[in-house]
């Protein structure tokens, strides 16, 4: 098989060559060969090759089970030069038949050698087996070696491409299902920021996504929804932030030009996602900024900034929907002539209670919302009667009592949810475990869960609260008292749960006080 030899080839002037740096990547190439000299004529060949600033890497194996056992165990080679007769007169074929149907490698470019052409004949060999270049060696030159491994290892280069951006699209499609479930806005911004550099296949020291909004007073209000890498900061606030004022100028003087801005230290992405607001991609690069696909990082990143801003107007909502609550609360809690923050502590009390018994995070965040509106019906009591400093009469307790009723009624209107559990919660929240309470006179558990919470949430607050007809009570008298009451106000299982957890109960209301 020493048939290997190369033709005469008209010299050429050597040009003048700048000197490159030694690339960090190499294009791998596996030469298949039982012949050791078309091993070192191959390396003599292309020891100073380079294609897109990369050198090769040439690896040698001198059979065909060799070569198989070399890329069972690693397929990352751009091509491949077969030799067709090596232990068999069609080792080569065998090989490039295993290659593509049983290691399922389409990638690899397979180029066939042969010396002696009759065993392999190149239109049998072309049809029935998929090579990319078929070369007898006795008419294979330098510089057409050269030149076929230019134009495989670009082939190679182009399927690694469309193979790379099929991934990113799969990762995708699966990055946005994954991301759809969380609606906490900085949750998604983190996993949307993690995702992202899994689908860009990228290393990052910095990534960001801000926003700004213009309010109805044309205040500007720039904020982080999210960030991972070298500068992660806890402040949503921009100008509070804990990243450098370079990345902070950055990301503004992109606000102002509103519109995308890279180098080969970032990119940056201007997205606008409402009449009033826009969001920011900040990607600080590590390293291979050269394979940063911006075009693929638009496409995610425009879909992340809309599903982001869509989650800030949710959370705005939710935050004005919250604290309009709890001004309803406090304003029925002033009309008592008791302190406002009361609402506030027992919205906390119940939600841990939620937390502590296991009950899922949407419930336990409603009940949180709705806890304020519990005395609702107090709006309709009589003044004189609501702030009496002493003992109620009897008729004037019937009256008081009626608060329950009237509220579960009027928040019972809306068809929203959280005002049903609310309606539930102001009717309820005075039944007793043992069917003495009132409205209804419900007995265990057909009173609702979210009013046997509240029930024993409303007391233990208010004991510890001062009011206008009593003063406020010592936490070894509340405990005592609840204690008392276990199995007759108050659910036995809520009971044990909070004289467990007592210290953290009585927590919120050390950092929640009363006013003096």
Same mark, same amino acid.
């Given at each position: 098989?020493n048939?290997f030899?190369?033709?005469d080839?008209p010299?050429?002037k050597?040009?003048?060559?700048?000197p490159i740096p030694?690339?960090?990547k190499f294009w791998?190439?596996l030469?298949?060969d039982?012949?050791?000299?078309?091993?070192?004529?191959?390396r003599?060949?292309?020891a !100073?090759?380079?294609v897109?600033?990369?050198?090769?890497d040439?690896v040698s194996?001198?059979?065909m089970?060799?070569a198989?056992?070399?890329?069972?165990?690693?397929?990352?080679?751009?091509m491949a030069f077969?030799d067709?007769v090596?232990e068999?007169?069609?080792?080569?074929?065998?090989l490039v038949?295993w290659i593509?149907n049983?290691?399922k490698n389409?990638?690899?470019r397979?180029?066939?050698r042969?010396?002696?052409?009759g065993?392999?004949p190149?239109?049998k060999v072309?049809?029935?087996?998929?090579i990319?270049?078929y070369?007898?060696k006795?008419?294979?030159?330098?510089r057409k070696?050269?030149?076929t491994?230019y134009?495989?290892?670009?082939?190679?280069r182009?399927?690694?491409?469309?193979?790379?951006?099929l991934d990113a699209f799969k990762?995708?499609?699966s990055?946005?299902?994954?991301?759809?479930?969380i609606?906490?806005i900085?949750t998604f911004?983190?996993a949307?920021?993690?995702h992202?550099?899994s689908?860009?296949?990228?290393?990052s020291?910095?990534?960001y996504i801000?926003?700004?909004?213009v309010?109805f007073d044309?205040?500007?209000?720039?904020?982080i929804?999210a960030?991972t890498?070298?500068?992660?900061?806890?402040?949503?606030?921009l !100008?509070?932030?804990?990243?450098?004022?370079?990345?902070?100028?950055r990301?503004?003087?992109t606000?102002n030009?509103?519109?995308?801005?890279s !180098?080969?230290?970032?990119?940056?992405?201007y997205?606008?996602?409402?009449?009033?607001?826009?969001s920011v991609?900040?990607i600080e690069?590590?390293?291979d900024?050269?394979?940063f696909r911006s075009?693929?990082?638009e496409?995610?990143a425009?879909?992340v900034?809309?599903?982001?801003?869509?989650?800030?107007?949710q959370q705005?909502i939710?935050?004005?929907q919250?604290?309009?609550?709890y001004?309803?609360?406090?304003?029925?809690e002033a009309?008592?002539?008791?302190?406002? !923050?009361?609402?506030k502590?027992v919205?906390l009390i119940?939600?841990?209670?939620?937390?502590k018994?296991?009950?899922?995070d949407r419930f336990v965040s409603?009940m949180r919302?709705?806890?304020?509106l519990?005395?609702?019906?107090?709006?309709?009591?009589?003044?004189?009667?609501?702030?009496k400093?002493g003992?109620?009469?009897?008729e004037e307790?019937?009256?008081?009592?009626?608060?329950?009723?009237i509220?579960?009624v009027?928040?019972a209107?809306s068809s929203?949810?959280i005002?049903?559990l +609310?309606s539930r919660?102001?009717?309820?929240?005075?039944e007793n475990?043992?069917g003495?309470?009132?409205?209804?006179?419900?007995?265990?558990?057909?009173i609702?869960l979210?009013?046997r919470?509240?029930?024993i949430?409303d007391?233990?607050d208010?004991? +510890?609260?001062?009011r206008?007809?009593?003063?406020k009570?010592q936490?070894?008298e509340?405990?005592?008292y609840i204690?008392?009451?276990?199995g007759?106000?108050?659910?036995?299982?809520?009971?044990d749960?909070?004289?467990?957890?007592?210290e953290e109960f009585t927590?919120i209301?050390?950092?929640?006080?009363?006013?003096e």
């Amino acid at each position: 098989m020493n048939e290997f030899i190369f033709r005469d080839e008209p010299e050429e002037k050597e040009s003048q060559k700048t000197p490159i740096p030694k690339a960090e990547k190499f294009w791998r190439v596996l030469i298949v060969d039982d012949d050791e000299s078309v091993h070192q004529v191959t390396r003599l060949v292309l020891a !100073d090759a380079e294609v897109e600033g990369q050198k090769l890497d040439l690896v040698s194996v001198f059979s065909m089970q060799e070569a198989k056992a070399l890329l069972e165990r690693d397929e990352d080679f751009a091509m491949a030069f077969v030799d067709v007769v090596m232990e068999s007169d069609h080792a080569g074929l065998e090989l490039v038949h295993w290659i593509r149907n049983e290691l399922k490698n389409q990638a690899i470019r397979l180029v066939l050698r042969t010396g002696q052409a009759g065993t392999a004949p190149e239109a049998k060999v072309i049809k029935e087996y998929d090579i990319n270049d078929y070369k007898e060696k006795t008419d294979f030159t330098s510089r057409k070696m050269v030149t076929t491994v230019y134009a495989a290892v670009r082939a190679y280069r182009d399927i690694m491409t469309i193979q790379r951006s099929l991934d990113a699209f799969k990762k995708l499609i699966s990055a946005t299902h994954d991301l759809l479930r969380i609606d906490d806005i900085r949750t998604f911004g983190s996993a949307a920021l993690n995702h992202l550099l899994s689908l860009m296949n990228i290393e990052s020291s910095a990534l960001y996504i801000a926003r700004n909004q213009v309010d109805f007073d044309d205040q500007i209000t720039y904020m982080i929804l999210a960030c991972t890498g070298r500068y992660v900061s806890e402040s949503t606030n921009l !100008d509070g932030a804990d990243i450098s004022a370079d990345v902070k100028q950055r990301i503004e003087e992109t606000f102002n030009r509103k519109s995308h801005y890279s !180098d080969n230290r970032c990119f940056i992405g201007y997205y606008e996602t409402g009449t009033n607001s826009a969001s920011v991609l900040y990607i600080e690069f590590e390293s291979d900024v050269n394979h940063f696909r911006s075009n693929l990082a638009e496409l995610y990143a425009t879909n992340v900034a809309l599903i982001l801003e869509g989650l800030a107007k949710q959370q705005e909502i939710e935050t004005t929907q919250t604290e309009l609550l709890y001004i309803v609360g406090e304003a029925i809690e002033a009309k008592s002539q008791e302190t406002g !923050d009361h609402v506030k502590r027992v919205a906390l009390i119940c939600g841990l209670f939620g937390e502590k018994l296991g009950l899922t995070d949407r419930f336990v965040s409603a009940m949180r919302l709705a806890a304020p509106l519990h005395d609702i019906g107090k709006v309709t009591i009589p003044h004189g009667i609501l702030n009496k400093p002493g003992k109620l009469t009897d008729e004037e307790w019937e009256v008081m009592k009626t608060h329950s009723a009237i509220g579960g009624v009027l928040l019972a209107q809306s068809s929203a949810s959280i005002a049903k559990l +609310g309606s539930r919660l102001a009717h309820y929240h005075h039944e007793n475990w043992d069917g003495s309470g009132y409205p209804d006179g419900l007995r265990g558990e057909e009173i609702p869960l979210e009013a046997r919470i509240m029930a024993i949430a409303d007391v233990f607050d208010a004991l +510890g609260s001062k009011r206008c007809y009593k003063e406020k009570w010592q936490d070894q008298e509340i405990k005592e008292y609840i204690l008392a009451q276990r199995g007759i106000k108050f659910e036995p299982r809520l009971v044990d749960t909070l004289v467990e957890h007592y210290e953290e109960f009585t927590a919120i209301r050390l950092e929640n006080p009363d006013p003096e």
